[in-house]
Every structure is written in structure tokens, then in C-alpha cells.
């Protein structure tokens, strides 16, 4: 199978160079990949001229809305991928990290564009700020797409999940990829690039795919392009320094080497689920993907008088583990992903090995299930304990990428997190106690040199996911060594590809740019309740004030037995002297919500279908028995759903008879669109 690149709509032929890729298992050539013939300067500009305006024309909701038939094309295509990387050395076990995963990712995205993010295609950041007292001027910070390329380059170790945990939050960005695999395990990212192409579902120009070098890329990157690279420090380091990315001002994602620990908290002891989960997540991270995971864990902390329990359960753990084919089913660990890699990893093991004893695992001496051991990848799972971690250097900054970890004693909380932070910034680190002041002291303790902590406890044993597994909801990157990046996190994982704009001028022009009313822009009145009409016809600033409502000592004493709120500041004047907010009794913020309801509310059946919430309440003002209000309300933003309705977010301000502002918040109604003729 000789791979293809995807470029400019269309699958193009190998070039001159040509690199045969072997199996992990067999050590036989299942593809060969190819570099050259590609000119880089034109697959950039099909991207950013092609693709670029193909997503930026869609909203939000129509771009989470492609993820996810994505998604659902992906997963019923999933076993052909699961085929393919049972080469690389990936159990099935570790093919549902990397397929399902990835596919699961598309997912999240899908599903938080559709609920976290409007339907529109840019972002309003923040509240309007006033610029001068008059109000005539103002300010509001909005978020837009990147009118460049997301170019993303892919590790060996997760061909799937990698392309795909970088794919969703470019594209529901709106933002077009050209993505480069790993070449050791492009033949699965060459699959899983086809099934997307073939499924018709992206716009073009939204994904290419590239086998091989990526030539003279970079020279043609510009201040609207952005990288995500996941791979060596050395690599990184040596893309970052490139000079077309220091001079255009780049954006460079990076998430690279990291030393990521886990932590046996001293209450712990022998016996505790803690003990018991820190052992069985340790041996997990070592033998899962042959320990060829970024987040793995690479150094094991445990109290010096536990050590010796903690390296007798490992022993006892991994003795148990079955290396060999990974198609398999009694198989539990495949090979690494290839010669070269299990040449890297021993180097690194024999490193290590100048300051730490090999406790368990003999590099030369092993078997393997339904495998040849001399032609595969093979290595065992190598335990080490360092009996001096203090005083060690190479076991805080060499990481064996393979089923390779190294335990080390530590003697109070101080010396774990002095420990933990020599590893110079991780992706990870899990902590394992029962102690919520111990958990605390180590998350302060070791936070700034980490993206993620896990604390896991026997309270969560049974949901939590494990020490080495990023979430598409929670941030995947570290500081320092990690690379400094971040990646996932939710929707805050589109700023990469986007560009926050302050944007300055009348209120008047500020909500016509960006379609959001805010306080000073012009009000539009009608005859009609605003209320009456359809989500279409309703115009982005249409008023409605109602008329005053007195309240009365009755009104605040029914309310307050009829909802049982009896709170002192609403039923006694004596108990509210002194107050600093009250000046005696007050009526309940809730009631003015309710009696503002009642003020502005359209009863009869019409366009408004339901109240689903409001955001932002503040009371301001308390107000006393014989005191008056009244309500603006006015339309601030719309936002379409689908054929039937829309979402219509209102600005309400409930203010005094002397017009003072006692309250403010914003209400959320879902309004039908027009029927059809």
C-alpha cells in the first residue's frame, strides 16, 4: 500500500522518496510512504481560499452539526481502523483509546457547539465597557476566525485520536487543517483521512492530509495561520525557532515530552483502595500503548517505609501481563511501534539505569504469545527504583517513551513536591489520598508546573478515568518541559484558531456590527407587545416598559409566608437597624422578579414558547414598602435553533419610581419562527 497525500480536493500520486513502513508485530512492510512533489505554497492557498471561506460562511451550530455526522460516519467504519492498527502494536484495548477516543472527541465538540455556543459565526466576549461618561462611547471585545490554516502535526503513538482531538476545535472554529502524521503510523492516519474525504461531509478545502516531509511549509505561513505540534522536545524546539514563525508571530501549539508522576499520598498505607488504585494505575499506564503515551507515568512517588510494599504489588501486577500479537485476545501489551523506537527506549532504560536498580523485567530474557520475539518490536515491561531520587539526575529528565517507569521514595509532603516539580513541567500528575488537606498541599504545591492533576480517591475509583486520559471537556497540555501549551479544554480550545477584537464606538454602531443591543444604543418601540412577534420579525432592540406597580408591607409578608423565605430583613424593622445594606424592611429580590413578570409578561398564546432562564441577576437597589417599580424590557440578541424556533436573549432592568436601577439580568425565551404560507 503506498500512501497518498489529499491535497487541493484530490488524492495525489507518491513521489521519488520512498519509506517503507514495517509492522510493530512481524516486522514485515504493511505500507510505504512518500515525500516530495508537493508544492506547499498552493496546498496553503487552496486552504485559506478555498476552505477557509467554506467554514467561515457557516454558524456555529452548522459546523458542530458536520462533526457530528462525522462522528456517526466514523464510528460505523471504526473496525477497519481497528484492523490497521493492530500493526502498530496497539491492542484492542488500546485501539478504543486511540479509535473511540478520537471519535468520541467529534462528539463533545459536536454536542458544545450546539449548547455552549451561538449561532452565529463569531463570538461576543464579555459585556460592553463604557469609554466615556456620556455614554456615546463604548467598547465590546468580539472573537472571529483566523483567516489562515490550522496546520497540525501528529505523534506515532495515537494516529486517530491525534488528528481528531486537533480536527474538531480547528473546524468548529472555523478554521481549514492540513495535518501531518507521524510516518511510523501514517498508513492508519491514511485510513482514517480517506474515510473522511470519501464521506463527502466537510466542505472543501476544510482537510487536507500530508504523507511525509512537509517540505517548505512553513515558509509560507502568516500571521492568520496557527501550528499544533505534538512529538520530541527536539523537534518542537527546532519548529519553533524556525524564522518565518518568529517573524509573522505564528500562533505554536506545542505538547511534547513530559515526566509525568503519580503520587502516593503517606495516608495511603498498604491496604488503602488508594494504595490498591495507585498500584493498579501505575502498572495500567506502563503496559497500555507499551507505555508509548505522552501522559504515561514515568516516575512513581510513594513514602520511603511504603516503597517496598509498593514495588512487591507492581511485581506481582505486571507478572501478570501477556505480551505478544495484540490481535490476540489473551494479549494485554503489544510491542512498541517499531525497531527504531525499541532501540530509543533501551538507550534511555540503560540511562536510567546509572541511578536506579531494574526491579523487575529483563530486556534480554523474555516471551511473547502468537509473535516472533526476534522480529518484533518487543520489550518487556521494566520496573526501576531509584534508591536516592534526591541526589538523581537522569531519572528526573530522561523519559524511556515505552512500558518504563521508575519508583522513588520520598520522606515528607515537601520532598514529593520538590520531587514532582524537577520533572521542569508535565502534561500530568495523579495523587492518591483520602486527605483533603493533603490533596490540597499538593495541588498548590505542584500545580504551576502541571496542565492536570488527578485526584483519585475510592469515592470516584469506579467513574474516573485514569491518570492518562486527556477529556475533550478538561485541558490537555503543560508548562515548561510538557511544551507550554494547551489543547482541549472545551470550547476555550477555539481561541487557538480565533482572534479577540476590541472593537470601539457609539452604542448605536456597536450593536448594528454585532448584533447585540447594549444599554445607550437606540430603542425601537412599537404598537405591538414584543412578545407578538414571530422570532423573524422581532427587531434587536424592540422595547417594551410597562407600567409602575407599587409594593405594599401586604405583598412582602404574603410572599414571604406563601414561599416560606421569612428571612429577618423582610419581617422585622427592629433586627435591620444598623444594617449596612437595608434601611428597614425590604421587599425580596424574588418578588420584584416575580411582580417584574407580571409587569411585562404577554399572557395569551403567541410566538413566545417558553421562559427557559435567565443570566447575570443583580439586585442593586432594595426597595421598602410604598416604593414603586417599572420594567424595560428590550431584545438583545437572537439566535437561531432550527426550522421552529429560536433562542432570544432580553435586556430587563427593573428600576424605582424615582428611576434608580434596583435589578438587572437578562431572560432567555425560545420564540417560534413564522409558519409557512
Known amino acids: 500500500m503506498k500512501l497518498e497525500s489529499y ?38 492557498a487552496y486552504a485559506r481560499n478555498t476552505g477557509g471561506p467554506n467554514l467561515r460562511r457557516l454558524t456555529f451550530h452548522q459546523r458542530a452539526d458536520l462533526l457530528k455526522k462525522l462522528a456517526q460516519y466514523l464510528t460505523e467504519r471504526k473496525d477497519q481502523l481497528y484492523k490497521l492498527s493492530f500493526q502498530t502494536g496497539a491492542t484492542r484495548t488500546d485501539n478504543m483509546i486511540d479509535v473511540d477516543g478520537g471519535i468520541g472527541t467529534l462528539f463533545v465538540y459536536a454536542g458544545k457547539g450546539r449548547r455552549e455556543l451561538p449561532n452565529s459565526t463569531f463570538l461576543i466576549d464579555g459585556a460592553p465597557e463604557q469609554l466615556g461618561k456620556g455614554g456615546t462611547f463604548a467598547g465590546q471585545h468580539i472573537v472571529t476566525s483566523l483567516h489562515g490554516v490550522a496546520v497540525h502535526i501528529n505523534a506515532f503513538n495515537f494516529p486517530c485520536w491525534g488528528l481528531l482531538e486537533k480536527l474538531a476545535p480547528a473546524l468548529l472554529a472555523g478554521v481549514p487543517v492540513v495535518t501531518k502524521p507521524a510516518t511510523v503510523t501514517s498508513y492508519v492516519a491514511h485510513a482514517l483521512a480517506r474515510m473522511i474525504a470519501e464521506s463527502g461531509i466537510l466542505p472543501e478545502g476544510a482537510l487536507q492530509f500530508i504523507v511525509g516531509s512537509t517540505g517548505d511549509l512553513f515558509d509560507h505561513l502568516t500571521c492568520q495561520d496557527a501550528v499544533s505540534f505534538t512529538g520530541s522536545a527536539a523537534t518542537s524546539e527546532m519548529l519553533q525557532r524556525h524564522p518565518v514563525i518568529a517573524r509573522e508571530a505564528v500562533r505554536f501549539v506545542a505538547e511534547r515530552d513530559s515526566l509525568n508522576a503519580a503520587i502516593l499520598a503517606p495516608d495511603a498505607i498498604p491496604g488503602t483502595p488508594e494504595f490498591d488504585l495507585f498500584v493498579k494505575e501505575v502498572a495500567k499506564e506502563m503496559t497500555v500503548k507499551a507505555g508509548q503515551k505522552c501522559t504515561a507515568i514515568r516516575r512513581a512517588l510513594a513514602p520511603s517505609a ?42 534511555h532504560v540503560a540511562k536510567l539505569r546509572t541511578e536506579a536498580e531494574l526491579v523487575f523485567g529483563d530486556p534480554d530474557n523474555f516471551t511473547v504469545e502468537g509473535a516472533d520475539v526476534t522480529r518484533g518490536a518487543f520489550i518487556p515491561p521494566l520496573l526501576l527504583h531509584c534508591a536516592d531520587p534526591v541526589r538523581a ?43 483533603p488537606r493533603t490533596a490540597a498541599d499538593l495541588v498548590f504545591g505542584i500545580g504551576t508546573f502541571h496542565g492536570r492533576l488527578v485526584l483519585i480517591d475510592r469515592d470516584c475509583a469506579k467513574e474516573q478515568t485514569g491518570h492518562g486520559s486527556p477529556m475533550p471537556q478538561m485541558v490537555h497540555g503543560g508548562p515548561g518541559r510538557a511544551g507550554g501549551g494547551e489543547e482541549l479544554g472545551g470550547i476555550r ?19 448594528r456590527v454585532t448584533g447585540s443591543w447594549s444599554k445607550g444604543a437606540p430603542v425601537v418601540e412599537k404598537d405591538r407587545h414584543p412578545f407578538r412577534y414571530h422570532f423573524e420579525d422581532l427587531d434587536i432592540g424592540q422595547t417594551f ?45 424574588y418578588l420584584l422578579l416575580s411582580f417584574a413578570a407580571g409587569l411585562f409578561v404577554d399572557p395569551d398564546p403567541g410566538p413566545v414558547l417558553a421562559n427557559y432562564g435567565l443570566d447575570s441577576l443583580r439586585f442593586i437597589k432594595p426597595l421598602q414598602p410604598g416604593e414603586s417599580i417599572r420594567v424595560r424590557l428590550t431584545a438583545k440578541e437572537k439566535s437561531p435553533r432550527n ?35
Request: without cysteine.
Open 306 to 347: 511504603y516503597v517496598d510494599a509498593v514495588i512487591a504489588a507492581l511485581r506481582e501486577r505486571l507478572a501478570k501481563v501477556t505480551m505478544g500479537n495484540p490481535e490476540l485476545e489473551t494479549v494485554r501489551m503489544g510491542p512498541v511501534v517499531g525497531l527504531d523506537q525499541r532501540r530509543d527506549v533501551l538507550a
Open 493 to 511: 480550545s477555539l481561541h487557538h484558531y480565533m482572534q479577540r477584537t476590541a472593537v470601539q464606538g457609539s452604542p448605536a454602531m456597536l450593536t
Open 393 to 435: 539526575t537522569q531519572v528526573q529528565s530522561v523519559e524511556a517513551f515505552g512500558p518504563v517507569s521508575t519508583v522513588m521514595g520520598y520522606d515528607t509532603l515537601e520532598n514529593a513536591i520538590a520531587l514532582t516539580n524537577r520533572g521542569g513541567g508535565s502534561l500530568v500528575a495523579s495523587v492518591y489520598t483520602y486527605d
Open 545 to 589: 416598559y410597562s407600567t409602575e406597580r407599587t409594593i405594599t408591607l401586604e405583598d412582602i409578608e404574603h410572599f414571604a409566608h406563601f414561599t416560606g423565605d421569612t428571612f429577618y430583613a423582610h419581617m422585622d424593622e427592629e433586627a435591620t437597624k444598623g444594617h449596612p445594606f437595608f434601611p428597614g424592611r425590604v421587599a425580596h429580590g
Open 643 to 677: 426550522t421552529q424556533y429560536g433562542e432570544v436573549r432580553w435586556d430587563v432592568e427593573i428600576t424605582t419610581g424615582t428611576g434608580e436601577t434596583a435589578a438587572t439580568y437578562e431572560l432567555l425565551t425560545m420564540n417560534a419562527v413564522r409558519p409557512k404560507a
Open 7 to 44: 491535497v487541493r480536493g484530490q488524492w495525489v500520486a507518491p513521489g521519488k522518496d520512498i519509506t517503507d513502513i514495517r509492522s510493530a508485530v512481524t516486522g514485515d512492510t504493511v505500507a510505504q510512504a512518500t515525500s516530495g512533489g508537493l508544492d506547499m505554497r498552493e496546498v496553503l
